[in-house]
């Protein structure tokens, strides 16, 4: 088969046929190119109808989805992709030192960190603590003067760690550093401090109202003239201000537009 003759609608339908991966991104000299090994020692004619095509043709050629579903395909071809490795992958840790607290809810508390090379090695010849074990605290200001120690775990010099401590409104922080063998613990790194949220509804009421509550409706049934005893059903009673309000304004302006 003469395959630069072809149209590339022509040559797309041999694609479907021979089942050529990434068909429809291919331009017509990539079409022929891809078909060549299938049609190349094939000294046949350039029509693409099932009618035209050899009965020996027919037998090779990979079975076409039924005609209600053109462009789709009732088996395809397993194609096995090799999967690039990532070029910029992301680090396992920064060789930064980092110690920061983030609170959950009332009884949870997520703290990361990571200790630099550069830290550990000084630390650990300036205080004689080789062997010494890493250790992340967690604590409380107790009052104005002093602070609590609610928590500790020994870690590695990164990762991450969830503290489940009931502290609601409490004022947290946590902190790195080595414990010697006599339980002398050596603070490297000091977090952010964080008040732990509230876990009941805040007292505090804002000055910017939403709605109108309590004593404020008497003050608006005085001003419209009316009481709470004249008034009946909800939709009477807001029809009923509403008219008042709307005679008084009424009277209010034809009365300055008189005195003018």
Do not use: C
Not at 121 to 144: C, F, G, H, S
Request: net charge neutral; charged share 25%; proline share 5%.
């Amino acid at each position: 088969m003469e395959l630069k003759k072809l149209t590339k609608i022509e040559l797309m339908k041999l694609a479907v046929e021979k089942a050529i991966p990434n068909r429809s991104k291919l331009l017509k000299d990539e079409l022929i190119k891809a078909l060549q090994p299938y049609f190349g020692g094939k000294d046949t004619t350039a029509s693409t109808d099932d009618n035209s095509l050899s009965a020996t043709s027919k037998s090779k050629k990979t079975a076409v989805a039924p005609s209600s579903n053109i462009g789709y395909e009732n088996k395809k071809p397993v194609t096995i992709f090799q999967i690039k490795k990532d070029e910029y992958p992301i680090p396992e840790y920064y060789n930064m030192d980092t110690l920061v607290i983030l609170p959950v809810d009332p009884s949870k508390e997520y703290v990361y960190w990571e200790l630099s090379d550069n830290t550990i090695y000084k630390v650990r010849q300036q205080y004689k603590l080789e062997n010494a074990p890493i250790i992340l605290k967690l604590y409380k200001q107790a009052d104005d003067l002093s602070t609590d120690e609610i928590s500790s775990v020994q870690v590695s010099r990164f990762g991450n760690w969830f503290f489940d401590i009931y502290a609601p409104s409490i004022v947290l922080w946590a902190e790195l550093g080595f414990i010697d063998a006599n339980g002398v613990f050596y603070s490297i790194l000091k977090s952010n401090s964080i008040r732990m949220p509230a876990d009941k509804v805040s007292p505090i009421i804002d000055d910017e109202t939403w709605m109108t509550i309590g004593h404020n409706i008497d003050k608006l049934y005085g001003l419209s003239g009316l009481h709470k005893k004249d008034l009946g059903a909800s939709q009477t009673m807001h029809k009923t201000i509403l008219r008042q309000l709307t005679t008084v304004n009424a009277v209010s302006s034809s009365s300055f537009m008189k005195d003018k």
